[in-house]
C-alpha cells in the first residue's frame, strides 16, 4: 500500500522560512507528477506547486518567486522551500502523487497534511 508522509511545518514569523518534506513508501517503480496542495481554514483546497517526473514546474501566482517546489525520484522524495512566509500562506499543505506505478497497479495518493502557520 502506498503512504504519502508530510513532514517540516510548523509556526514561524511573517518573513521566515520552511522546508516541506514528502516522502512516498509502498514497492513504488515509478511516479508521475507530483505537488503540493494547500487548504486555509473556510478556504477550497488549492494548489500550490506541481513537479514532472522530468523536473518541469508549476507554481499558483501567490507563492512565485518565494516558493521551490523539488524532488529525488531515486528517494521517492518531494519537497516544498517555502521563504518570505505571509500570514495569508497558513495552511494544511497536502503532498499529492499522481500516475504511482507499484507491483499491484497504478493509483494517485494524498498525504494526511502538515500544517503551516505563518504569526507573530
Known amino acids: 500500500q502506498v503512504q504519502l508522509v508530510e513532514s517540516g511545518g510548523g509556526l514561524v514569523q511573517p518573513g521566515g522560512s520552511l522546508r516541506l518534506s514528502c516522502a512516498a513508501s509502498?514497492?513504488?517503480?515509478?511516479?508521475?507528477?507530483m505537488g503540493w496542495y494547500r487548504q486555509a481554514p473556510g478556504k477550497e483546497r488549492e494548489l500550490a506547486a506541481t513537479i514532472s517526473s522530468g523536473g518541469s514546474t508549476n507554481y499558483a501566482d501567490s507563492v512565485k518567486g518565494r516558493f521551490t517546489i523539488s524532488r529525488n525520484n531515486a528517494k521517492n522524495t518531494l519537497y516544498l522551500q517555502m521563504n518570505s512566509l505571509k500570514p495569508e500562506d497558513t495552511a494544511v499543505y497536502y503532498c499529492r502523487a499522481d500516475g504511482v506505478n507499484t507491483r499491484w497497479g497504478r493509483g494517485d495518493y494524498w498525504g494526511q497534511g502538515t500544517q503551516v502557520t505563518v504569526s507573530s
Open positions: 509502498g514497492s513504488i517503480s515509478s511516479i508521475s507528477a
